[in-house]
């Protein structure tokens, strides 16, 4: 049986583009093309044809829109990424943690990845966060 997809989030594949795209700010499917394969690393390269494909499939799911400029579509995100970013972290709060948002904070501290640095710059984004709800 096939799995449904959830048209609110972005395949892996359609991630990766949509970071060069709200990189780039806009493109057509040539520099979108360029700036995914120029990514390099452990990414595939990827053929023109199906760029275009995966750009097609995200703007009908949503979140992309498009302008024809002379003889090319310009791509553009219809999402800020701080959007997309609340919106999944939602709904893996959701769906993993059981609407629980210190449970999945407690999971991320817990990471053996997670240096004295970074734990640092948590806690002063969570003493800042906790100041501004008591000036409420």
């Known amino acids: 049986m096939r799995k449904k997809h959830d048209k609110s989030l972005l395949t892996e594949v359609e991630l990766e583009f949509m970071n060069v795209i709200w990189d780039l700010g806009q493109g057509t499917v040539r520099e979108i093309h360029a700036a995914v394969n120029a990514q390099g690393g452990e990414v595939q390269e ?3 044809t199906s760029v275009a494909t995966v750009l097609k ?6 979140f992309l829109a498009s302008d024809r400029v002379e003889r090319s579509l310009v791509y553009r995100p219809t999402t800020p990424k701080a959007d997309y970013q609340k919106a999944s972290l939602k709904n893996l709060s959701s769906k993993l943690f059981n609407d629980a948002p210190a449970a999945l904070v407690a999971r991320l501290v817990e990471d053996e990845d997670v240096t004295q640095e970074m734990l640092k710059e948590m806690r002063a984004l969570l003493e800042e966060r906790l100041g501004e709800d008591n000036e409420r």
Not at 57 to 62: N, T
């Open 57 to 62: 499939i995200m703007e009908q799911k949503g």
């Open 46 to 48: 990827r053929a023109y």
